[in-house]
């Protein structure tokens, strides 16, 4: 089974509906990351959490928000979505290391196209 | 100015070819430096640390120019299995030194191996 999993991986909706992205690990890291890709644009980061009771914002917030239920799973709504926020979403999760950052494991990834 | 650039390509190479990617950081302060690959819809992963000395895994070498801030993937004797993207991922290190230990990727550069 895969380390970082991502439900679900492929949605389409339509402007206005709320939007709820899944991830879950197993591999035990405190660290969680929701990013997003754009073409061109690159790998973006939306939110990150360093234990389950830290939650920081990164780049790009904006109309985005989450939720970190247990250390293994990390949850990003989109309140109401809008047609620019269709990209490639990943979750990513890491452990603290000796220096502090540690390799990243991505998920799948999902797919979101809105309408 | 981006805080870390890659030239986006593609780089279109023949099989057995050496190619070189850099990827420029503005952040003097950068502490820790990374490739990782990504394949086509696929999720990013690492694939080597760059360490100050320069350093060599199989037929990749990377090194760290600080003084002109930049790093460099090299990649000798390309087979068609390297075709991918390549991310230059930067850390700015200790939140008490003004970092945060966030990972800034690169838009990553294209490569196309080809027969």
């Known amino acids: 089974d895969a380390d970082v999993t991502q439900t679900p991986r492929n949605r389409i909706t339509k402007t206005g509906k709320r939007i709820m992205l899944e991830c879950s690990q197993t591999k035990g890291h405190d660290r969680m990351y929701w990013y997003r890709q754009d073409p061109g644009l690159g790998l973006r980061l939306i939110y990150y959490?360093?234990?389950?009771?830290?939650?920081n914002k990164g780049e790009i917030s904006d109309g985005y928000s989450v939720s970190r239920q247990a250390q293994a799973k990390f949850s990003l709504s989109l309140e109401s979505a809008i047609p620019n926020q269709t990209a490639l979403y990943f979750c990513a999760t890491s452990d603290f290391g000796t220096s502090g950052y540690n390799e990243q494991f991505f998920g799948p990834g999902t797919r979101l196209t809105v309408l | 100015r981006k805080e870390v650039e890659q030239d986006p390509g593609p780089f279109n190479v023949p099989e057995g070819a050496t190619v070189a990617f850099n990827c420029t950081y503005s952040n003097s302060a950068s502490q820790s430096f990374f490739w990782y690959r990504q394949d086509c819809r696929k999720e990013p992963k690492l694939l080597m640390s760059?360490?100050?000395s320069g350093n060599e895994d199989g037929r990749f070498t990377a090194q760290l120019n600080r003084a002109s801030q930049y790093i460099s993937l090299l990649i000798r004797d390309s087979k068609l299995s390297d075709s991918a993207t390549y991310l230059c991922?930067?850390?700015?290190?200790?939140?008490?030194?003004?970092?945060?230990?966030?990972?800034?990727f690169g838009r990553g550069t294209s490569l196309i191996v080809h027969p």
């Open positions: 760059v360490y100050s």
């Open positions: 991922v930067v850390i700015l290190g200790a939140p008490a030194s003004g970092g945060s230990y966030i990972p800034t």
């Open positions: 959490s360093f234990d389950v009771k830290d939650i």
